[in-house]
């Protein structure tokens, strides 16, 4: 599987915007970008996820570069629930057979 | 809508035993994948089933063994317990159709302790 890497902690305050990167430079054309986080004491739960073009749902927003060895994760008003470890995952074509794999992820600090 | 549920929450063990941990399923959900979170660490896949069949498996020994039932609800059981293996094991549901697969839908995890 392709790797992701992710800053290790970052930090934001309350009501501010959040940019998470992700670098995934060997990235294939028919990996899928997803993104997972896990609030304390909690399993994992899905973010967002995209292929090729930029995507927005109720959570966050997924911004991804155009030749896409990186994509940022934007949280448009961060909260104190947003602190979590966030993952940028790989997967391979969608596919449900394909396990997630995670690495260390990022964790958010928000600063009330 | 019930989401995935595992139980029990915690246990503790001594090292040679063995464990069972069990996981409910996401109404509608097909596929169960089990994974094991050291702490500090990401989770990392142990195996996953689907239709009652082990479909994928990690690095994982054999003493790390699963079942699925025909309500989808899942086991993961592990023999000989080492120190090592003292971790949070999660459980993820998901409805895999033809193939495509779907978000995974984690439950609260059961944090395992061997002394």
């Known amino acids: 599987d392709a790797k992701t890497t992710q800053p290790n902690s970052m930090e934001s305050n309350e009501e501010e915007p959040v940019h998470l990167p992700c670098n995934h430079s060997t990235i294939s054309g028919t990996d899928y970008i997803h993104w997972y986080r896990q609030l304390p004491s909690q399993g994992p739960e899905y973010v967002i996820h995209g292929l090729t073009s930029n995507v927005n749902n109720r959570m966050a927003s997924l911004a991804i570069a155009e030749d896409r060895k990186s994509s940022t994760l934007i949280l448009h008003r961060a909260t104190l629930r947003d602190a979590a470890v966030y993952y940028c995952i790989l997967r391979v074509d969608y596919s449900g057979n394909t396990p997630l794999v995670f690495g260390k992820g990022t964790r958010l600090s928000v600063i009330a | 809508e019930t989401g995935v549920t595992q139980s029990p929450t915690h246990l503790i063990k001594t090292r040679g035993q063995q464990v069972t941990l069990r996981c409910s399923s996401q109404?509608?959900?097909?596929?169960v994948s089990w994974y094991q979170q050291a702490l500090g660490q990401g989770p990392q896949f142990i195996f996953q089933?689907?239709?009652?069949?082990?479909?994928g498996r990690g690095n994982f020994p054999p003493r790390f063994s699963g079942l699925q039932f025909p309500n989808y609800s899942s086991e993961l059981n592990v023999n000989a317990l080492e120190l090592d293996d003292s971790a949070l094991y999660l459980c993820?549901?998901?409805?895999?159709?033809?193939?495509?697969?779907?978000?995974?839908?984690f439950g609260p995890g059961t944090r395992l302790l061997v002394l």
């Open positions: 993820a549901s998901s409805l895999v159709n033809r193939g495509q697969g779907e978000t995974q839908y």
């Open positions: 089933y689907y239709r009652e069949e082990e479909n």
């Open positions: 109404s509608g959900h097909n596929t």
